[in-house]
């Protein structure tokens, strides 16, 4: 299940199934969006990105979905893996360099 | 390679220690970043060097001041933080081959910071 309040947002799923993360972005004028991991202890690590020019960009078990009509992004993540337990942050290039990032959501993996 | 590296891990320092963090990156990139990360928050940027110039601070107290000695070197010197100052300071770079900065920016392993 999914709960947002005081602590971070939480997605709770069991492996093998496929995750949905998502992301309200502030800046309509955001050009280029990427998706981090962050494990405990550890920096941001690049999954994705993807431009203003496109709606979709798939890599390996990962997926962005872009809309830009309602400043939303989401990352699907296929096969679920206790591996993939972490911390996701979306990120906006506000202009020149400047990333904004989202609050995170932490995806919980159970095997 | 992605690799951006950080040191010292881990830095205790008392109000009125100066230290220094130091980031480096051996991509080529030429624009390197500082950010602060609070616990269970996302990264905030601090500061932006691009190409060797300082392009962007974020309204950043002077208590801390970056340095780029070059491309491949970010330093951040510390002078008389306070207890509120305590978090994970990240550094990253990227190629900024674009002139609006949408170049993949890649973070090193950053340095948690104690300031008792």
């Known amino acids: 299940g999914e709960s947002v309040g005081l602590h971070l947002p939480t997605l709770s799923v069991q492996e093998g199934d496929n995750s949905i993360i998502n992301c309200a972005y502030s800046n309509s004028a955001s050009d280029y969006f990427i998706w981090y991991k962050q494990e405990s202890g550890k920096g941001p690590q690049f999954i994705i990105d993807?431009?203003?020019?496109?709606d979709k960009r798939q890599g390996q078990r990962v997926t962005v979905l872009l809309n830009k009509t309602v400043k939303h992004l989401s990352l699907q993540i296929a096969a679920t893996q206790p591996g993939d337990s972490a911390v996701y942050f979306c990120?906006?290039?506000?202009?020149?360099?400047?990333?904004?990032f989202g609050t995170g959501t932490r995806l919980l993996v159970s095997p | 390679d992605t690799e951006v590296t950080q040191t010292p891990k881990h830095l205790v320092m008392g109000m009125t220690n100066k230290k220094s963090l130091k980031c480096e990156q051996h991509?080529?990139?030429?624009?390197m970043y500082w950010y602060k990360q609070k616990a269970k928050k996302p990264p905030e940027l601090m500061f932006v060097y691009s190409y060797e110039k300082l392009s962007i601070n974020e309204s950043v107290p002077s208590r801390f001041s970056p340095e780029c000695p070059n491309s491949s070197l970010l330093n951040l010197h510390l002078h008389a933080l306070q207890p509120e100052d305590s978090a994970l300071y990240l550094c990253a770079s990227s190629q900024a081959f674009s002139g609006r900065g949408t170049d993949t920016q890649y973070f090193g392993p950053g340095t948690r910071l104690t300031v008792l």
């Open positions: 993807i431009r203003s020019n496109m």
């Open positions: 991509m080529g990139h030429r624009a």
């Open positions: 990120a906006e290039n506000t202009g020149f360099q400047k990333l904004v």
